[in-house]
């Protein structure tokens, strides 16, 4: 999708067709929707989660948590898609970012459940991974969680930081690994022998 010109698409046209799709609360079905691609729509997810159209932000919380609704990822490409249309749009890094956390006991296991900044929520655990990835360069981590198929949402700094206080060593085939647990899971973030 990478090089494709932007083409013309109305925002409140797209935004009107996907609460006509939509059922409920939560996400839409659109894994069960195969329209026809209509071209990459100059809208943009930043790093930050700040939603752009046209280069402007979209500052209707609303109209950013029904585009949220109907965001789909295939490959490394993301679309919104509707019954009748699909559209391109881009995505600095996650299409979420996880703002907050809290930790629940349920049945003797520790539980991290993570709200993102559209208003969904996961429980980290097997259908939820945690991983982290680091830049080549500086080092820096950038850790994320599985919101819902195939999409991510980056754990801010302050949450992340929340997780470092609670990590702790765990063998993991033989080597040491600090982590998190969460839903009987385990999640390596750095082999312990590599904290400073």
């Known amino acids: 999708m990478s090089g494709q010109i932007p083409v013309k698409i109305d925002k409140n ?3 009107s067709s996907a609460r006509a799709a939509k059922e409920g ?8 929707w195969d329209p026809p691609f209509c071209g990459m729509m100059d809208m943009n997810i930043a790093r930050d989660g700040t939603w752009y159209h046209e280069g402007s932000p979209i500052n209707r919380a609303n109209m950013v948590r029904l585009f949220a609704s109907i965001l789909r990822k295939e490959g490394d490409d993301y679309f919104l898609v509707t ?3 699909k559209v391109g749009i881009t995505v600095q890094d996650a299409p979420f970012v996880a703002i907050n956390f809290d ?7 520790q539980v991290l459940t993570f709200e993102t900044n559209v208003g969904e929520y996961a429980e980290a655990g097997p259908d939820h991974p945690i991983r ?4 080549i ?4 981590p950038s850790p994320y969680v599985l919101i819902r198929n195939n999409l991510e949402a ?8 929340r997780l470092v206080e609670i990590g702790e060593d765990f063998n993991v085939e033989g080597t040491l690994w600090f982590g998190i647990r969460s839903n009987g899971a385990f999640f390596p973030l ?3 022998a590599d904290l400073t």
Request: hydrophobic share 30%; net charge negative.
């Open 132 to 135: 982290v990835t680091r830049d």
């Open 103 to 109: 930790i629940s006991d349920q049945n003797g296991d």
């Open 190 to 192: 750095i082999k312990s």
């Open 83 to 85: 019954p009748v249309e």
């Open 154 to 161: 980056l754990i801010d700094r302050k949450s992340f930081y």
């Open 25 to 32: 609360r939560g996400p839409a079905p659109v894994h069960l």
């Open 13 to 15: 046209h797209l935004a």
């Open 137 to 140: 360069e500086t080092g820096e």
